[in-house]
C-alpha cells in the first residue's frame, strides 16, 4: 500500500520538526508528496525542499491570499521558478471572495496569467477556490485551451460542482483540515460519485503536528465512505497523482 499527498505546505515547518515528520510520513507509506507554494519566497522555498528529499516535489505559484498584480518582472520570476527541477505543478492559485473579498479583480487577473504559464509550461494547475465557484467556471471555461490539466484542492462541494469540475478535466483532492470529521450529506454523496481515476487525497498540513502522515486518516475516511478498502484507495490516488504530474 503506497500513500500520497497532493497538497501541503513543508516549507511551513522548522527545519528540525520537518525531519522528523518526513521520517513518520516514510514509516506510515507515504511515498509521494506534492508540497504547495504561496508566494515567490514560500515557492522558491519549497523548491529547494524538494530537491533535498526524496519523494517530495514542489508546486510554484501565488496564492490568492497573496494576489499581487503579474508584472512583467513577477512574470519572470515565476517561470524561472516553474523550469527547476521537482517543479510538478503551478500551485497553489485560484479565488478566494471568502477571506480576500476585497481583492477579486487582482485575484482574477493573476489567476488568468498563472493558467497561461501553466499551458506555456505543460503543468497543472493546483487550485484554490472558496466562494468563487462561478467566476472560476467562467475563467476556466475562457482560458482552459485544451490540454490545461488541473486539481481542485480541498474539495467540499457538493454533485453540481463535482460535475463542473469533472467536466474540466480535473481531478479531485480531497482532504485538508475539518474533512476527517466532517459529515455534510453532500459532500459524501459527491465523494461517492468521484470516477476512481479522478481521486486524489491530501492533507493541507502547514505547520500541524502531524504532516503528511495524517493522510492515512483521509484514505481510512474515504474507504468507509465509498465502500472500498483502504488499500484501494491509497494505491489509486497515488497512481491517480503520479499519472496527472507525469512521474
Ligand atoms: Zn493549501
Known amino acids: 500500500m503506497v500513500y500520497s499527498d497532493s497538497h501541503c505546505h513543508l516549507d511551513r515547518y522548522q527545519a528540525e520538526s520537518l525531519t522528523e515528520m518526513l521520517q513518520q510520513a516514510r514509516a506510515n507509506k507515504v511515498d509521494f508528496i506534492v508540497s504547495q507554494g504561496m508566494n515567490l519566497e514560500s515557492s522558491a522555498d519549497t523548491v529547494r525542499l524538494a530537491q533535498s528529499q526524496p519523494g517530495v516535489y514542489a508546486a510554484v505559484g501565488i496564492h490568492p491570499w ?112 475539518g474533512f476527517v470529521t466532517s459529515e455534510t450529506p453532500a459532500l459524501l454523496d459527491a465523494i461517492r460519485q468521484i470516477p476512481q481515476d479522478r481521486l486524489l487525497t491530501e492533507t493541507d498540513a502547514a505547520g500541524q503536528a502531524g504532516g503528511p502522515a495524517d493522510v492515512t486518516a483521509v484514505v481510512q475516511k474515504l474507504a468507509s465512505i465509498r465502500e472500498a478498502t483502504e488499500e484501494e484507495i491509497a494505491n489509486t490516488a497515488t497512481a491517480n497523482l503520479k499519472r496527472i504530474h507525469g512521474i
Not at 86 to 95: D, N, R, S, Y
Request: proline share 4%; aromatic share 6%; charged share 25%.
Open 66 to 177: 497573496n494576489a499581487i498584480t503579474p508584472t512583467e518582472e513577477l512574470r519572470g520570476q515565476l517561470r524561472q521558478l516553474a523550469g527547476q527541477d521537482k517543479v510538478v505543478a503551478i500551485g497553489e492559485i485560484g479565488l478566494d471572495y471568502a477571506r480576500s473579498p476585497e481583492t477579486k479583480d487582482t485575484q482574477k487577473e493573476l489567476l488568468k496569467y498563472e493558467l497561461s504559464l501553466a499551458l506555456e509550461t505543460g503543468l497543472p494547475v493546483n487550485i484554490h477556490c472558496r466562494e468563487a465557484h462561478q467566476d472560476m467556471m467562467d475563467i476556466l471555461r475562457q482560458e482552459a485551451r485544451p490540454g490545461l490539466k488541473g486539481i481542485i484542492h480541498g474539495f467540499t462541494g457538493g454533485l453540481s460542482m463535482l460535475k463542473d469540475w469533472l467536466d474540466l478535466g480535473f481531478y479531485i483532492s480531497i482532504g485538508g483540515r
